[in-house]
């Protein structure tokens, strides 16, 4: 029987990388804008690098590009930047289709609803919040709550134990094959890789079950309950 679903957050639920693209593209118009003296699509490209290097996260991006490769920090520039960063982010940072029907319906059928995520505990709950998630999900757990991060089982394992189900009785969905289908394997949950978020071109996921539209969990869940598996059973 499942009794639970854990999610990850960008690429699954999120359209996280769309927001990003989007929001790096604004930010160095408005640097050239500003005096920036480098092509977009290069300024595009270091940006990324760094992000590459020091985390999607990373705050300071703008910073460390500016210092990298333009020798130094011009604050009429840099302000540019991130004031157009913020601004196209509130326009671009958008769910998938279907999230928030497929998270109501998931709690209709009284399930409990989890996100294990690799983004840092104020940018992964920020996030929620901005589209009125925080409110379907009672446990949500970010790299700065197990210091691990995914494929690591920690993560996994920290969830499940404040779900208080087992790993045959949960089903993990993420868009990044290697690290949350491996992760959740591993542990013995049931895995669906979410294609529809996938930025690396998988062909073989190794997941339990790929979807292409995250409606397609309602099945998969009613499918596996109406049959009372588990994994491992």
Same mark, same amino acid.
């Given at each position: 029987m499942i009794k639970a679903i854990v999610f990850d957050l960008d690429n699954t639920l999120v359209d996280f990388m769309r927001m990003k693209e989007q929001s790096v593209i604004s930010a160095v118009e408005a640097m050239i804008d500003a005096g920036l003296t480098m092509s977009k699509q290069e300024a595009i490209d270091k940006i990324f690098e760094v992000y590459k290097r020091e985390g999607i996260e990373d705050q300071k991006v703008f910073d460390k590009f500016l210092a990298e490769y333009v020798g130094d920090i011009?604050?009429?520039?840099?302000?540019?930047?991130?004031?157009?960063?913020?601004?196209? $982010?509130?326009?671009?940072?958008?769910?998938?289709?279907?999230?928030?029907?497929?998270?109501?319906?998931?709690? $209709?059928?009284?399930?409990?609803?989890?996100?294990?995520?690799?983004?840092?505990?104020?940018?992964?709950?920020?996030?929620?919040?901005?589209?009125?998630?925080?409110?379907?999900?009672?446990?949500?757990?970010?790299?700065?709550?197990?210091?691990?991060? $995914?494929?690591?089982? $920690?993560?996994?394992?920290i969830t499940l134990e404040r779900l208080g189900v087992e790993p045959g009785e949960s089903i993990m969905v993420g868009d990044w094959a290697e690290r949350d289908i491996t992760g959740a394997a591993k542990i013995g949950m049931i895995t669906v890789f979410a294609r529809y978020g996938d930025t690396f071109g998988t062909v073989n996921s190794g997941a339990d079950y790929d979807i292409d539209d995250i409606i397609e969990l309602l099945r998969i869940v009613d499918e596996l309950n109406s049959t009372g598996r588990e994994k491992g059973a």
């Open positions: 011009d604050y009429r520039i840099l302000a540019a930047g991130i004031v157009a960063y913020r601004r196209a $982010k509130e326009a671009s940072l958008v769910l998938y289709p279907h999230v928030q029907y497929t998270l109501m319906e998931l709690l $209709k059928r009284g399930l409990r609803l989890a996100v294990v995520s690799d983004a840092p505990r104020l940018q992964a709950w920020t996030r929620l919040a901005h589209f009125g998630l925080h409110h379907f999900f009672e446990v949500v757990v970010t790299s700065d709550d197990s210091n691990e991060r $995914k494929p690591s089982p $920690k993560p996994f394992l």
